[in-house]
Nanobody, 123 residues
């Protein structure tokens, strides 16, 4: 069983930056594809970014490409999401996700979720 705990959310102005962290319990962290999803009020939970177990092949939703960077440190059981040039439309509850599939781009492919961390961007 993998437990995920996010941190790093907050309130920032548009154009600012935040770095989210997600630390996992368990010794099998390095075997999971790790990702981030987000959910705004009244909307579905959407894919943001994911990274394979080796740290290679990160992939992103189009609207965050060039602004967000996902990375992982398997020695620390932690995955990060660096978010730059933030926009009001990035406001959402951000969830850390772990999945066994090579590609994790829909909630169906996620085996474990964190509790979420709120990101609010003011205009």
């Amino acid at each position: 069983q993998v437990q995920l705990v996010e941190s790093g959310g907050g309130l920032v102005q548009a154009g600012g930056s935040l770095r989210l962290s997600c630390t996992a319990s368990g010794r099998t962290f390095s075997s999971y594809t790790m990702g981030w999803f987000r959910q705004a009020p009244g909307k579905e939970r959407d894919f943001v970014a994911a990274i394979s177990w080796s740290g290679g092949r990160p992939y992103y939703r189009d609207s965050v490409k060039g602004r967000f960077t996902i990375s992982r440190d398997n020695a620390k059981n932690t995955v990060y999401l660096q978010m730059n040039s933030l926009k009001p439309e990035d406001t959402a509850l951000y969830y850390c996700a772990a999945g066994r599939a090579l590609l994790v781009q829909t909630p169906r492919e996620v085996g474990h979720w964190g509790q979420g961390t709120q990101v609010t961007i003011s205009s």
